[in-house]
């Protein structure tokens, strides 16, 4: 049995004053103390970890003003806040041990869009991709592209000046800020924007912190204008934070953004920001163009920017091998083929933008006609890329190459501490064969991958920094990364900010350092802004890198062994895939409905770490105790459920986190580093329950497909107590809700009538080859089976008008909602068993069929561990094998059709949705695909009490509009039983399985057989 894992108070910590007099000063905000809520905070994208004091959420700007006007009280003169935005930094840019406040979870609304300047005003919480959903109905977007564009805020891009692929072409954030609205220690409300030499005047003449500030920067950048001159590189990816070189603009402007841009909240908290926006390019497109070795592709980046392209990419060969594993691989394989004497080793990726079709033609055309006609050494081969989706499944592999880096395996993984220099992009190919020369001399693994056009390379070397030989490259190789980079004329801090790595401002700034400690100094006189980073106040020194806390040290108390066990969530390297902002993305449905950081893959992944940690600081190794037998076991759980010396363990606070989680296991599939929440959220709570009493719901659920055939048998007193107000009173009680009704129609019975035979290995067997070979075994799921009958009958009519004969397997329980609810025990030899049974129908060879996707997917993944061979197929997959004996269409106008396929297919099986596509269009139809999120029930998730209001909440979120308005379809399908139920609950509406839509049409009926018993009625 687990212990009790106490968790740490920080009552008396110098913080909590602060916030007392926050929460009495009115903030309306909510303020995070948990040890659950700072763990989650102490972490970014970095190798770092620094666990907060707390963490406020201010609603407004009049709560950033509290914040402040509590900062400048003489008694919380040693408070200091940090503000965080998307908390992807690779820098530990918001890192701190003082308070963080994030404006991400509610100052996230646009404010105004202005289609004719081309203007938006936002609050600093916006995230880049809410935001340019927004304005492309207005043909406008917000330029500066990154690949954390679905998760960066406005303001985390801001304090970092962020940029990406592009920049060439677009800038940096900096050069799209009109005007910012920031707010000051001493709690001053300022709109800061460029202004004329008289209005520059004015502001010189306030006797406030603001007249002191533009005094301030306006001496220095006159007085200090040779060195600024001289020290600032020129570079498109020029100096980032207290920009001094671009204060005083080419129009004759002061710019006080240009010192604001960049500063990573060292100078104001930034409330607002009024952005410039450009049109969307009309035309695009990209060539892909393929090398032997990824030298020659940093080579030949010059000679494709010189062909006036608007971009140019580069990936190594260890990011594309890594690719080639990934979900998005499947879409984007085609343009990236493999040549007759081997894979690719580098490639570059050119984009080509204009206004019409024409243009663009005439410019591709030049592009790959200066390809064809100018070989270059090591060049292979190049493809095209057309069409807005097919670019975007380019680009959205291009952006998860950062995550990417993360999924190998072992604890050797590429980290981020060198990995944005810039330098000039004629020094690129020189400096990279040196820094190569570098990790090479070091022995180290590496990835690569950047913005060849703009002398940016993203280079991640492999280290495990648990290991104490590894944690001290982190100097060596910082140290000689800052001298190459100088003496190529380029710069350390090239894209993702300094954060920890100031350390290496005072020697680049050189006689300039002193004037940024003015300035600091000028905003924030007391240095209560993100202390640490950037400028250090005088007579002190910025904190050296390797003083800061590695995550690699705190985990080193877990061992390898323990981290390998836990399902990749000892391994999350913090690139934040699961923060995606869409209502209608896939992962993480939890944190996209609550905004709450702890529910999501992230979230858990950091909080199952450091349960781990404390687990191991006790000398328990987790496994072991999984396997130790409780003799008392009840009286035990009984006990700790009871005892109040309980309430603190942490291990509530993680599991209150699981808790939410919707087992979609979305995350499994699309998050880079497949951190899967449902496989270790599983043993934690088998481990969790071994020390305390489960609630009623679970046995309950658990137990469902052993007690559906019992509850089919006593169908009307199972009704009575779905349906009626007393059972529904009764079952609320127990935990669970909104339980569907059986129909009164028995799918065994009905099939044996209609002569289809239950499968055994034996009756299979005596089938000759011809006869296995027109057969197929359907293995339906107990929800499926007993709940929603006539999708497998359907199933069975559609094999038939193939000319099959179909099989049904006997009654198999799947073990899904034991594995889900943490009963490993009993799930392992459930999975064993039904793994047995399904592998010896399998062995005549005779194709097995699930119906519902979840629970099919799950002899996929859950069973992993049973040594299970059998491959039992999805329905499309099945049906994509028997193409030919569906039949043509006769003619006419094509019926179009839409698909809400259920997340998990979509995540896990990403072929699934262009299966589907292939068999409607064989029928004729048109298949389009619902683009929508999380339905909210997944499996008996939306069925639990407790978690009905989120389950609600994500469906308004998503399918329900979605469904509202369908993508002019004549039909809409759902693959998913849980999704279907959903629907019907939340909107009364019944929408067929697609396997009752293609029985449909084989009959050549425009009605679908949905009459008689009602599926169920809930």
Known sequence: MIPRLV??????????????????????????????????????????????????????????????????RPEFAEISVAPRGGGTGTNGQSLTSGVVVDCSRHMNRILAIDPVRRVARVEA??????????????????????????????????????????SCLY?????????????????????????????LRALQARRDRIGDIHRTVARITSNDRAEIERIFPKLNRFMTGYDLAHVQRGDGAFDLNAVLCGSEGTLAMIAEAELNLLPIPACAALVNIRYDNFNAALEDARNLVALDVASVETIDETVLRLAKGDIVWPRIAAFFPDDAIGPSNGINIAEILADTPLELAEKLSAVTTALENNPFP???????????AEIEAVWTMRKRAVGLLGNVEGPVRPVPFVEDTAVPPENLAAYIREFRALLDSEGLAYGMFGHVDAGVLHVRPALDLTRPEHAALVRRISDAVVALTRKHGGVLWGEHGKGVRSEYVPAFFGPLYP???????????????????????????????????????????????????????????????????????????SYKATRD??????????????????????????????????????????????????????????????????????????????????????KFLALYYKRYLRPLKDPLVAAIETTLPLMARVRPLYNLVAGSSAGKAAMRRAGLTALPTLPSISVRRTLARQNVSVATPARLGRLDEAARAGAVVFVPDAFTEHFDPHVLLDAVEVARLLGLTPFIAPPLVNGKALHVHGYLGAFEKTARRTAAAIDRLAEAGVPLVGIDPSMTLAFRSEYSGTGMKARVLLPQEWLATVLDRLPSPAGGERKRVQLMAHCTERTNAPVATAQWKAVFAKLGMEL????????????????????????????????????????????????????????????????????????????????????GDATYDI
């Open 928 to 1011: 389009v695909v619902g683009e929508a999120g999380c339905c909210g029930m997944a499996g008996t998730f939306g069925h639990e009490v407790r978690n009905r209001a989120l389950s609600e909440t994500l469906y308004t979120m998503s399918w329900q509009p979605a469904l509202a308005t369908p993508d002019r379809a004549e039909l809409v399908m759902a693959t998913g039983y849980s999704c279907r139920s959903q629907v019907k609950l939340m909107d009364g509406v019944r929408l067929p399985h697609p396997f009752q839509a293609i029985r449909a049409a084989l009959q050549e009926r425009l009605t679908l057989p949905l009459g």
């Open 597 to 682: 950081r702890r529910f999501s893959p992230k979230g858990r992944a950091s909080l199952m770490r450091e349960w781990l940690r404390r687990l191991a600081e006790k000398g328990i190794d987790p496994r072991r105790e999984a396997a130790r037998p409780q003799p008392l076991g009840f009286v035990n759980r009984l006990w700790n459920s009871l005892n109040p010396a309980n309430r603190d363990d942490f291990s509530h606070e993680v599991r209150a986190a699981m808790d939410t989680c919707l087992a979609c296991k979305a995350c499994a599939g699309q998050c880079p580093v497949k951190v899967s929440v449902p496989a270790f959220r599983a």
């Open 171 to 199: 800038g940096k954030t900096s050069n799209h800020v009109l005007a910012l609205r920031v707010v000051l220690t001493d709690g001053t409300d300022f709109l800061s924007r460029p202004v004329r030499e008289e209005e």
């Open 515 to 589: 004037r940024l400690q003015e300035i600091k100094a000028t905003f924030d006189p007391l240095g209560q802004l993100n202390p640490g980073k950037i400028v250090a106040p005088a007579g002190k020194a910025l904190p050296k890198i390797d003083e800061i806390p590695l995550r690699g040290a705190l985990d080193r108390d877990i061992g390898n062994d323990i981290r390998a066990a836990f399902d990749n969530a000892a391994y999350c390297n913090g690139n934040g895939g699961c923060f995606d902002f869409d209502a209608d993305g896939l992962m993480c449905p």
């Open 7 to 72: 968790a740490e108070h920080h009552n008396a910590s110098p913080a909590e004053a602060f916030l007392s007099y926050l929460a009495s000063a009115g903030l309306e905000g909510e303020i995070g103390r948990s040890a659950a809520e700072r763990n989650v905070f102490a972490t970014d994208n970095s190798i770092y970890q620094v666990e907060p004091a707390a963490i406020l959420f201010p609603r407004n700007t009049d709560d950033l003003k509290r914040i402040a006007k509590a900062l400048a």
């Open 125 to 166: 919480g916006v995230v880049k991709d809410q935001l340019n959903k927004a304005l492309a109905p207005h043909g406008l977007f917000f330029a500066p592209e990154l690949s954390t564009s679905n998760r960066a805020t406005i303001g985390g891009m801001i304090s970092t000046d962020a940029c990406g692929q592009g």
């Open 378 to 388: 090591g060049r292979k081969g190049f493809t095209t890329t057309h069409g807005k």
